[in-house]
């Protein structure tokens, strides 16, 4: 099968409009890069220069990246230190810059070039006595390139370092929030001098900024403080110095204003104004310009309808009804692009806005200034969907760690082309980046299945009768026959299907398979979705005529862009290439680049197939195996000489996934299927156990080839003995050869052609053995053309072996075999080989025999799949077959199937 043909099997699944916009973030988008991690999904609890732990407060300045490696929201590890990663340009790369290619993970890059708090990168002690170098769970880092500021959160203090520091466990310059470096008290009442757990730290050209959690305010500093416990000059949120207003939650009603904080735990400023998170009243405030008075009001609310609310995810106030319920009042979405659940972090470059909305795991982006009080956000960073945090969501519970996903994002710093996000129960920091134009969420998917839709069936049999009406129910919608005289089953059946087809609010689309008289129904959507489509069938009173449903909701949907590594994939999206080049199907080393084009998946340059405008085929790397997800984008060079990305997706990584390949049209689509061999084959299977003293026999026509079972045989053993003994018979008109998968026999006539056809066989054990030896067919069959198409001038026969082209059926259970995998090289191993997990098949409707799956042999990621089909299977231009590993189904595909011993129904 060339690539081409993969090609036309995925060409019109969708279509995208041309894209303008230059350099944006968009909604959805997974990181560029990870921070603090070996790959993107790994969440390792250690701790050196390159493996974070529940990590905090960020900040960038002069090309340095802060990280404090410490939260207070319960994300272990708690590291207790601060890092400097110096040069972080040279980690996170250009973004239209080819990838370095090193270590398993290229996108997962960084190491801290000094630690704070900690004498080396591999310690992580809790110093409960404070000194003027240690640290205890600090929460917020800041910088202006010349200093460095850290609140050290449960201290209840903020360092300050003069001079950036470039040697480990350096001490601190100055302390604030205590008399020295050896306190850590927090007494009753508060000045301006002292602090109770800060967690927000900010540098603004002479001023400096901290956000005195504890005591619900803002301190702010006209001057870069150079004393300890010097007295702050400012203080926002409360009245005076003196006064700290404690509330106990648990007594006390929140009453938010325009004036007052609950729980601040950052402050920050893009030289013009101020934005605080103002944590316990869920909302973000600005003030226009710096504060210059006590108590100074905000301009504006963001989180919030206005200065009075403190409602976490205001829903119901902010967000635009989303249906009635059923006594006709409106109701609404738990969250949207105006609510927030204890925003932690707000940034701006003084044009767009970033907002860390922590308690909905994701970053709101403001692509510029808001004006209004409750303005929503643009778009979205860390969810795909303002309405749906996936991160929390109980069905995506092996993806929370995805590349597109955020779990409680705690800060935020900007080098004015990359978002760095603290990922804190993720254990990293994900970089979102400037891209020029989006792919779809799911522009990756598997290039054979493509996607895999749910289906139904409805059986009609009985006799025909005039007035007698059938009516078929699809999620509440009706669609209803009345029969006229002479009419016959594919009259009734057709007028069933084009009134599904034609109502273009339909959830499924129909086909009728005269053959068996059968209403096909299949999702219009592909996906699980699928699996929620009711579907019933009922007949007037008296009719004659009987349907009968496969069950009660269609089935089958599954997730295509859910990949195992190795699978030939394709991306979909727009201007993914100027030119559109396939490779020949033989080809046996695969180019990383193709037309200008390169794909990464983290950031390793995939093999490619084929580029062109609409489409990419690649295949995914097979060192992704080992982790649970992956991020894929292309990078593509223009014939101007100019470079342009594509925004990263997210892609599931995970063991198996298989899909067949099918030409082009609606699902289900007709597969790629093949005779299996010129002469007549057959098959004998041994199971059971290999007990000493039995006998284990094939009986070829007249003649007997036994095995007597020794002490120490297999299965294997006992087959490889009969087909020693088979094969030693040189008048045998029958050769035999072991099945790629168990220990199955296979016979096939010497003679090609329909000559050995109706060679009988038979299998059998003495009486009382445990060896049980099978004969699947009566006698061989099915001689065709090897390699020849199955359609319906060539149909399968019942009994025959045919042979399915499929990719995603994931590792080999042999190592041997495995270790001859390599990425984008024709595979090179035995001949006989097996994936790890287990395949099976159901082919019109019945178990098929699984003879071999395994990688094809000179070919890149594409398996082989040998059924040998049930011998009394019914004439059917249109059998459905499926191929499955543990709950993973492929999609369905169809062959034509003729039975000549048995009619098609009238």
């Keep these: 099968m060339s690539y081409l043909a993969i090609r036309l099997a995925v060409v019109g699944l969708v279509s995208y409009s041309a894209f303008g916009q230059q350099r944006e973030f968009y909604t959805g988008q997974a990181a560029r890069m990870i921070i603090g991690q070996r790959t993107i999904t790994e969440q390792s609890p250690n701790a050196s220069a390159t493996v974070l732990g529940g990590v905090g407060g960020l900040a960038f300045a002069n090309n340095m990246l802060f990280v404090a490696d410490s939260n207070r929201v319960s994300s272990t590890p708690l590291n207790h230190r601060v890092l400097v990663f110096r040069n972080i340009a040279a980690d996170v790369l250009p973004v239209n810059g080819l990838i370095p290619q090193e270590g398993r993970c290229p996108a ?29 769970n600090p929460t917020a880092v800041a910088s202006d390139g010349v200093r460095l500021a850290v609140a050290d959160t449960d201290n209840n203090r903020v360092l300050i370092w003069n001079s950036i520091p470039n040697n480990n466990n350096r001490a601190a310059d100055v302390v604030l929030g205590q008399e020295n470096f050896t306190t850590a008290s927090t007494p009753r009442g508060a000045s301006g001098q002292r602090m109770r757990g800060p967690q927000g730290v900010w540098f603004q050209g002479n001023r400096f900024f901290v956000a005195d959690s504890g005591n619900n305010r803002v301190m702010i500093w006209n001057s870069i403080p150079t004393r300890t416990f010097q007295s702050a000059d400012i203080v926002l949120g409360q009245p005076d110095f003196n006064t700290v207003v404690e509330l106990d939650l648990t007594r006390t009603a929140i009453d938010p204003k325009n004036n007052n904080l609950l729980n601040p735990v950052s402050v920050t400023s893009d030289g013009t104004r101020l934005f605080v998170s103002d944590l316990g009243q869920n909302r973000v405030l600005i003030w226009n310009s710096i504060p210059t008075q006590n108590q100074q009001a905000a301009d504006l609310v963001l989180g919030q309808k206005d200065f009075t609310t403190a409602v976490a995810n205001n829903s119901s106030v902010l967000c635009e009804s989303n249906g009635k319920d059923k006594d006709g009042k409106d109701t609404f979405p738990a969250t949207c692009l105006s609510t927030m659940d204890f ?12 907002i860390a909305d922590g308690g909905n795991d994701r970053v709101m982006v403001y692509n510029s200034m808001p004006v209004r009080n409750g303005q929503p956000a643009d778009l979205l960073l860390g969810q795909t969907s303002a309405t749906q945090n996936r991160s929390s969501d109980s069905a995506f519970p092996l993806y929370r760690a995805s590349a597109d996903l955020l779990r409680t994002p705690m800060s935020l710093a900007w080098d004015g082309t990359n978002l760095f996000v603290s990922d804190t129960f993720n254990r990293r920091i994900s970089v979102f980046s400037l891209h020029d134009q989006p792919l779809p969420f799911t522009a990756v998917r598997n290039a054979a299945s493509r996607d895999v839709f749910a289906t139904g069936a409805i059986t009609f049999d009985g006799v025909l009768k005039e007035n007698d009406e059938v009516t078929v129910t699809v999620n509440s919608r009706t669609y209803a026959y009345k029969q006229k005289a002479n009419d016959n089953f594919n009259v009734v059946i057709n007028s069933l299907r084009d009134a599904i087809n034609f109502d273009t609010a339909a959830s499924v689309s129909a086909a009728y398979n005269p053959d068996l008289r059968l209403l096909l129904l299949t999702a219009r959507r592909g996906g699980q979705e699928g699996n ?95 982790a649970t997800g992956s991020n894929a984008y292309l990078r593509i060079e223009r014939r101007d000489g100019s470079v342009v990305t594509t925004s990263p997706v997210a892609v599931p990584i995970i063991p198996q996934n298989p899909g067949i390949f099918a030409y082009d049209g609606d699902d289900p689509r007709v597969g790629v299927a093949t005779h299996f061999s010129d002469s007549a084959t057959g098959t004998v299977s041994v199971d059971g156990t290999a007990n000493a003293g039995d006998i284990a026999t094939v009986s070829i026509e007249e003649r007997e080839y036994s095995y007597t079972v020794k002490t120490g045989d297999t299965l294997a053993t006992i087959r490889d003995e009969v087909i020693r003994r088979i094969n030693a018979n040189a008048e045998e008109r029958v050769t035999a050869f072991p099945a790629g998968l168990f220990t199955r026999i296979r016979l096939k006539a010497k003679q090609p052609g329909p000559d050995g056809n109706g060679i009988k066989y038979t299998a059998k054990s003495n ?24 359609n319906r001038d060539n149909p399968a026969l019942p009994g025959e072996t045919i042979v399915l082209t499929a990719t995603g059926l994931g590792r080999l259970k042999d190592p041997a075999a495995q270790e001859a995998v390599r990425t984008g090289l024709a595979y090179t191993g035995p001949e006989l080989n097996e994936p790890f997990e287990f395949v099976s098949s159901l082919a019109g409707g019945k178990t098929a025999n699984v003879l071999f799956a395994g990688l094809k042999p000179g070919f890149i990621g594409l398996y082989e799949v040998h059924l040998e089909l049930n011998s009394d299977m019914p004439t059917n231009e249109f059998t459905q077959v499926t191929i499955a590993q543990d709950v993973y189904v492929s999609n369905v595909v169809t062959f034509a199937l003729r039975n000549p011993n048995a009619e098609p129904q009238p």
């Design 532 to 626: 929620k489509i009711e579907y019933s069938v009922k007949t007037s009173d008296g009719a004659t005529i009987t349907a009968t449903t496969a069950g009660a909701v269609l089935s089958g949907g599954q997730d295509a862009a859910q990949i195992a590594a190795g699978t030939i994939v394709t991306l979909l999206g727009d201007a993914l290439a100027e030119t559109t080049i396939t490779l020949p199907a033989d080809v046996q080393d695969l180019p990383r680049s193709l037309g200008g084009v390169r794909v990464y998946f983290d950031g390793i340059e995939a093999p490619l197939l084929m580029v062109s405008p609409g489409q990419v085929n690649a295949q995914v790397p097979w060192e992704v195996a080992d």
């Design 343 to 354: 925003p932690r972090y707000a940034l701006s470059d003084g044009r767009r806005l970033f």
């Design 767 to 790: 009486d009382g053995g445990q060896v049980i030896m099978t004969a699947t067919t009566p006698a061989l069959c099915c001689a065709n053309r090897a390699g020849a198409f199955i």
């Design 108 to 136: 997962c890059r960084g190491a801290a070039d000094t630690v704070l708090g900690q004498e080396d990168f591999q310690k992580t002690d809790l110093k409960l006595v404070p000194t003027q170098a240690s640290l205890r």
